[in-house]
Antibody, heavy 120, light 105 residues
Framework: QVHLVQSGGDVKKPGASVKVSCKAS????????IAWVRQAPGQRPEWMGW????????DYAQKFKGRVTMTTDTSTTTVYLDLRSLRPDDTAVYYC?????????????WGQGTLVTVSS | DIQMTQSPSSLSAFVGDRVTITCQAS??????LNWFQQTPGKAPKLLIY???NLETGVPSRFSGRRSGTTFTFTISNLQPEDVATYYC????????FGGGTKVDI
């Protein structure tokens, strides 16, 4: 069955970078995209962008452009989220999710989440 | 960005009750709307996609419908395991989520 397993939580200082991984298994990796969604404590989820498992094309939310990079390693079916210039308001649980369908599609399987805490 | 206004923000009902949640889109999004269920400490779970399609494996007591830019989500026979926060999400443009509805028994 489909599994998305994320890396463990991290604590970073303001201005630092964080890299979160998402290992996918149980499906044909290049037939789906992977989206990243974050959720600050007590807040609604927030879409960050997605990456194609087929060709690595990305589509980032305008809010994160210039600070975020999403990459794939097809040999290990792992997707990475790199977020730079961290601020305290980047403190959130970061989720990867499999994207099914065209355009932004449906997020049908999710990772367990990775808590990133940004604090001095 | 498209704004999704979800109501109520919380509700309490009895086991067996019919529960309805509403999401109002700030502009036409067609049927490009999903509903998610989230329990504390867990990732959201897709329940309904394209406004009214039940995701595989999801109990049939969950349903969704669209009327213009207003979307409703219904639990027809509330069960104890349905205690959760429910979110709508539009994906016609950059995806955005509603503010959530916390459902208690």
């Amino acid at each position: 069955q489909v599994h998305l397993v994320q890396s463990g939580g991290d604590v970073k200082k303001p201005g630092a970078s964080v890299k979160v991984s998402c290992k996918a298994s149980g499906y044909t990796f290049d037939s789906y995209g992977i989206a990243w969604v974050r959720q600050a404590p007590g807040q609604r989820p927030e879409w960050m962008g997605w990456i194609s498992g087929y060709n690595g094309n990305t589509d980032y939310a305008q809010k994160f452009k210039g600070r975020v990079t999403m990459t794939t390693d097809t040999s290990t079916t792992t997707v990475y989220l790199d977020l730079r210039s961290l601020r305290p308001d980047d403190t959130a649980v970061y989720y990867c999710a499999r994207k099914r369908g065209y355009s932004y599609g449906h997020l049908d399987y999710w990772g367990q989440g990775t808590l990133v805490t940004v604090s001095s | 960005d498209i704004q999704m206004t979800q109501s109520p923000s919380s509700l309490s009902a009895f086991v067996g009750d019919r529960v309805t949640i509403t999401c109002q889109a700030s502009q036409d999004i067609g049927n490009f709307l999903n509903w998610f269920q989230q329990t504390p400490g867990k990732a959201p779970k897709l329940l309904i996609y394209d406004a009214s399609n039940l995701e595989t494996g999801v109990p049939s007591r969950f349903s969704g419908r669209r009327s213009g830019t207003t979307f409703t989500f219904t639990i027809s026979n509330l069960q104890p395991e349905d205690v959760a926060t429910y979110y709508c999400q539009q994906y016609d443009r950059l995806p955005t989520f509603g503010g959530g509805t916390k459902v208690d028994i």
